[in-house]
């Protein structure tokens, strides 16, 4: 069984798990993201902090935090609003409307990056980030 395989499976197992959730109510959904993002944020510190890369975005801004001697948190929030800013612009261009990015994507690419500088000062991560 391949990583990918694993990886696949992992969030499929996930998913069956959470399958119960009735998310009716936008509170319920904003809560749900809020937390989504948070397990995201400590997932993110747990694979960079020991340079295990699994997911390119990361890599990418490991390697700009890296090359310029830039905080990790501060590089990741600028390079998550710099995607977002490409997606809401190429949207535009190709569709002349806002398609694709809903409010759940914005929200998350603003406060994923945040929740990552938080974790990361609250465990004290950043020493292992250079």
């Known amino acids: ?4 395989s694993l990886f696949t499976s992992s969030i499929d197992f996930s998913m069956s798990l959470l399958s119960f959730l009735e998310l009716s109510s936008i509170w319920i959904q904003m809560l749900t993201l809020i937390l989504g993002c948070l397990v995201l944020a400590i997932g993110i510190n747990f694979e960079v902090a020991p340079k295990i890369m699994f997911v390119p975005g990361e890599g990418a801004v490991q390697a700009i935090s890296c090359t310029f001697h830039t905080n990790f948190g501060k590089t990741k929030v600028a390079f998550d609003t710099t995607l977002m800013g ?3 612009l190429l949207s535009f261009l190709f569709f002349g409307h806002l398609n694709g990015l809903g409010i759940g994507t914005i929200i998350s690419a603003l406060i994923v990056s945040l929740f990552v500088n938080g974790v990361r000062n609250i465990l004290h991560l950043e020493q292992k980030f250079s």
Do not use: Q, R, Y
Not at 1 to 4: A, G, L, N, V
């Open 1 to 4: 069984m391949s990583i990918f």
């Open 86 to 88: 490409i997606a809401l």
